[in-house]
Structure formats: C-alpha cells, structure tokens
C-alpha cells in the first residue's frame, strides 16, 4: 500500500472496511470513498476525498434481496419441501 499514490475504496456496504483506514493514518495516503457509512465514521476531507454516489440501479440492487419476488418466495418453499422429505 505504501507503493500507491491514494487508495480507492471500492465497496459500497461494509462492516468496517479496514484497509481504508491503515491508508489514510497508517500509510498517510489519500482515500477515495464513497460518502456513506461506515467510512464517513472514520475518514473525512482531511485524510480523503468523499465521492456522492447516488445510483438508482444500485439501489433498487442493494434493496432487492431484502424484498424476495414471488418467484424466490416459491424455490425457497420447494427447497423446504425437499428438504423435509428427506429428512
């Protein structure tokens, strides 16, 4: 990492995403980042640059596992099927 001139971030959803953070106070590197948590916990304009990211593909993306289509709904129902005759 030292190697780098910056470091891009290139995750939109983490836990904590420790690589940004040795980059910016370990390495002293500039962090590119998207400004959304958790970065915007520990990073700001002093150690990096904060990218608005509003995408609504993403979006619809990141949402659509948690509202499971009619479709998934019956797989998994097959599946839990399956798997009781089985057992």
Not at 3 to 28: K, T
Not at 59 to 74: A, G, L, M, W
Request: glycine content about 4%; aromatic content about 14%.
């Amino acid at each position: 990492m030292m190697a780098c001139d910056c470091y891009l971030a290139p995750s939109l959803a983490e836990g904590f995403y420790l690589p940004a953070l040795e980059a910016a106070y370990d390495c002293g590197k500039p962090v590119i980042y998207p400004n959304t948590s958790p970065y915007t916990d520990y990073l700001n304009q002093e150690v990096g640059y904060p990218i608005a990211f509003v995408d609504e593909e993403i979006k619809k993306h990141q949402i659509e596992p948690f509202n499971p289509t009619v479709s998934s709904f019956r797989i998994a129902l097959g599946c839990r099927r399956i798997y009781r005759c089985n057992d």
